[in-house]
């Protein structure tokens, strides 16, 4: 009896070993830079030690190598099992040791990858593990050049997985994963192809059985499928499975029903490795002339775009802030997501399949190719990755391969004629192999890639390519006029009326801090945003032919060369870098949710500065046919017009209640009232602070304070007296795109009043601190002092500025050259403290050059 239990026990210990394990190995690893080789740090997994320095000024952000050392124990049991490290997303060169032994290379920094490394390991004692990666640009892997960040580091999880010597295959471009097609499915039946391999490095021949049993959504076992086979040692042997499921429950964003195939690797009734995954059946089709149809029902594609960094994280995000992106977009009403411009975590796409998420996932080949068959196979390698890694996924129906190639050719005016036909050449040449790699590995779904305005798609062929063409559309924004957008789309559909269209990018900047109720192309407010929004989303709608839509980008993300309002971020996002709403996220559950809604606008318009007489706008959100405004004791009624209803209040001065109600739902809000008539009058409790040259209102951030948009002067108020609003680009940014230096409330800085003659307050008398705020918005401004100038001299300068400040009537600032006394693009506020007999008048007496403002504040002292 006691002989019997210790067989018993021993069968049970070696089942236990020889079966897989599979577990991350994530915390306390050495991290250094080879920069700083003898600085180490403990960090966890997931990791990128570009977390903070892209978004500080005036430093690039490290681009090089980092080193993760760490020392495991093999157990003794691991000789009789294979040993893998396997990663899910490490950018972008990834090459691993093990007690010193060089075990492999990886390129590309967005697919998941596997290394064996069962030879390098030393059984019963500790390994030392080493992975250097590497994030230096590289001509010969994408992405070159891009509007996101490049984050350093092993961001996304490390797994180390045991298995059986005999075992489904690990080590390839599938990153261990096995196929579940479904060529053909409809209502009444689907058809399911599994395909695995099951690889034998046992040093003996086996007689294996391979199982593959199917679940359904409910998790009910209806159907085991098995296959007997013979492999030998050091082969690798493809099992394949074919079954029929009648009457299939159907996979979409409003039944995300999920099927299950478990495969397993059977010897003598004891299972040796078992993997799962899980897949989903529909059908779907691209119509030029219909647009997208899902399991034969009409269905309009509306999402957004998604990067996939945090504020104070990088791209090293777990797994439940990926979570929450993703539920975001599904509670936005979204059914549609682009994983613009790169593979994501695995986990994305769970979520997706399991919320109802349709996904285009893409590779970041993106703005630029070099010519070179390095660079060229890396590509083919991450989209055969791609498409393999993520091929189960029933919500992936778009494999995208190119984003906007030609936009740095079409902007380099610096390029040869015949150095543009090379580059077209090659990128064609690119696109042509990608497409057929494509097919061959997976013909079943769309390929697609997306476009920036220009014609040179067209005329090169390369948009003749994919089963789709995305265009990247920013008209009322980098091109004039919004009623262009539709007009574009018409002309193409007009022009190529085989092609499917899909609008894969659009958006403008908005930037929380800036409101306004007069919106202007590129003032980055968010009224500008919701007008932007609106009208390509009716756009889209009026157009049957357009697939859908993914706005740009659904929450802002680091870019370390933008110099928008907020430098380093691009501010285009439906949410907050810190994953807080702006108002535009709400308009888009009022477009799309069926669900009931109501949503006061103006989270970040609390502060309201209004004429006399002015009424006070008031924007609700709701998919209800009509809603119920209460405020001030009274209440008002107004029809629903896509998704928005606007109320024109006379509210009293001081804080309001709002309350909106539509059917059973309400949703309040307070705002506080500011007649602008009676500023001068209440300075005593309140600072009055003004945006000068802009109609846009700013509020810091850190001290609350609002500064409100800029007024010409009248008698018994206050405002400018001359000059024009300064503007950098014609028909483009209002003010300065730069990135002003020395602040952190840029817009504020960024725009201005140019050639202004003075500022004039008809305040009471009394003693006040007057502060000026000033930035030199041009780069090659000159730095010369005026002094010992004559006339002609200044005038041959160029970019010269001078000018003196008066207060009334006194020099406080004599030769105030911006360039010379702070430095170009920096910010800078100047104090000064008036004894008024009343009123106080702030003059600027140009000595060369324009006088230039951009904010000024006063205070009763």
């Known amino acids: ?72 124990f093999a157990p003794e049991e691991w000789q009789e099992q294979q040993v893998f490290l396997k990663f899910e997303g490490s950018n972008q060169v990834t090459t691993l040791f093990v007690n010193n032994t060089l075990i492999g290379e990886h390129r590309g920094g967005y697919t998941g990858f596997v ?40 961001y996304r999880d490390l797994w180390l997985i045991t298995t059986n010597e005999v075992h489904f295959e690990m080590a390839n471009e599938a990153a261990g994963n096995f196929l579940i097609k479904t060529p053909e499915v409809s209502a009444e039946n689907a058809r399911i192809e599994i395909e695995t391999r099951v690889v034998n490095q ?10 593959a049993e199917i679940f359904d959504p409910q998790g009910n076992s209806v159907q085991t499928l098995r296959r007997n086979i013979g492999v030998n040692s050091e082969e690798t042997a493809e099992v394949n499975f074919e079954e029929d499921l009648k009457n299939p ?53 509306i999402g957004a ?105 079409v902007f380099n005016n610096e390029v040869t004629e015949a150095e543009k036909e090379a580059k077209i050449k090659t990128s064609v040449e690119l696109a042509e192999k990608l497409e057929r790699e494509t097919k061959k590995m997976d013909p079943d779904r769309l390929s697609v890639m997306a476009l920036h305005e220009n014609e040179l798609y067209n005329t090169s062929g390369i948009a003749n390519l994919p089963d789709v063409i995305g265009w990247n559309l920013y008209f009322g924004w980098y091109s004039p006029g919004l009623e262009s957008f539709g007009k574009f789309l018409d002309e193409q559909h007009q022009k190529y009326p085989n092609r499917p269209l899909i609008i894969s990018e659009y958006g403008p900047g908005a930037d929380v801090r800036n409101q306004t109720i007069d919106p202007k192309p590129w003032d980055y407010s968010e009224a500008y945003q919701l007008k932007l929004h609106r009208s390509y989303l009716n756009q889209v709608q009026e157009r049957d032919f357009i697939m859908g839509m993914a706005a740009w980008n659904f929450a802002d993300f680091g870019s370390s060369f933008r110099q ?11 949410i907050n870098f810190d994953r807080n709403t702006k108002d535009i996220y709400h308009y888009y559950q009022a477009r799309l949710l069926e669900e009931p809604m109501v949503y006061i606008a103006g989270k970040n318009y609390q502060e309201r500065y209004v004429q006399d007489g002015e009424k006070v706008e008031i924007t609700v959100f709701s998919n209800a046919p009509e809603v119920v405004l209460k405020a001030a004791g009274g209440k008002i009624t107004s ?64 001290t609350s304070q609002v500064w409100i948009a800029d007024q010409e002067y009248r008698e018994g108020s206050f405002g400018y007296i001359g000059g024009e609003r300064y503007q950098k680009v014609l028909n483009k940014f209002l003010g300065t795109a730069s990135d002003i230096q020395g602040t952190e409330n840029d817009p504020l800085f960024q725009t201005m009043r140019e050639g202004i003659e003075a500022y004039k307050f008809d305040a009471e008398s009394g003693k006040y601190r007057v502060t000026l705020l000033f930035a030199e918005p041009e780069f090659n401004a000159s730095e010369e002092n005026i002094y010992n100038l004559s ?71």
């Open 564 to 574: 928008d309002a907020m430098p380093y971020i691009n501010q285009k996002g439906l």
């Open 249 to 301: 429950q159907l996979w979409s964003p409003s039944s995300p029903d999920l099927y299950e195939v478990e495969i397993r690797i059977m010897a003598n009734e004891q299972q040796l490795d078992v993997q799962n995954s899980k897949f989903g059946l529909r059908w779907f089709e691209a119509d030029p002339e219909t647009g997208f149809t899902l399991n034969g029902k009409p269905l309009k594609l």
């Open 115 to 154: 290394f064996d490394i069962t030879s390098a390991l030393l059984p019963g004692t500790e390994n030392k593990i080493r992975i250097e990666v590497d994030n230096s640009h590289n001509p010969d892997i994408p992405p070159l050049d891009a509007d996101f960040n490049f984050y350093g580091g092993i």
């Open 639 to 702: 029809e629903v017009t896509e998704g928005i209803a606007i109320f024109r209040l006379s509210l009293p001065e001081g804080e309001t209640l709002l309350t909106a109600t539509a059917d059973s739902l309400s949703h309040s809000r307070e705002i506080t009232v500011f007649r602008r008539e009676n500023l001068l009058s209440s300075i005593e409790k309140k600072q009055l602070l003004v945006n000068v040259g802009t109609h846009i209102q700013y509020k810091d951030p850190v």
């Open 305 to 409: 775009n998604r990067h996939q960094d945090f504020e104070g994280l990088g791209n090293a995000l777990p797994n439940e802030l990926h979570y929450r992106d993703y539920k975001m977009i599904k509670e936005m009403g979204a059914n549609f997501i682009r994983t613009a411009h790169y593979p994501q975590d695995p986990e994305v796409y769970r979520i997706c399949d399991e919320l109802g998420l349709v996904v285009w996932s893409e590779i970041p080949v993106i703005n630029d190719v070099t010519d070179s068959a390095a660079y060229h196979e890396v590509s083919l390698q991450m989209q055969r990755e791609q498409i393999l890694q993520f091929f189960n996924h029933p919500s992936v129906i778009l494999w995208g391969y190119m984003n906007e190639i030609f936009i740095r050719l």
């Open 791 to 861: 006339t002609s001299e200044k005038q041959e300068i160029t970019g010269l500025r001078s000018f003196d400040i008066k207060i009334n009537g006194k020099v406080v600032s004599e030769d105030l050259n911006l360039a010379r006394d702070y430095g170009r693009i920096r910010a800078a506020e100047i104090s000064y403290i008036v004894n008024s007999d009343g009123g106080i008048t702030v003059e600027f007496e140009a000595n060369s050059g324009k006088s230039i403002v951009s904010g000024i504040k006063l205070e009763k002292l």
């Open 1 to 72: 009896m006691p002989g019997f239990v210790f067989l018993v026990l021993l069968i049970s210990v070696t089942q236990t070993f020889s079966q897989r394990t599979e577990k991350t190995i994530n915390s306390a690893w050495e991290f250094t830079t080879a920069e700083d080789s003898e600085k180490t740090h403990k960090v966890n997994i997931p990791h990128t030690w570009n977390a903070e320095d892209p978004f500080r000024d005036g430093k690039e952000y490290f681009r090089e190598k980092g080193i993760y050392r760490k020392t495991i």
């Open 202 to 211: 046992s040093g003996e021949r086996k007689r294996l059985t391979v199982e």
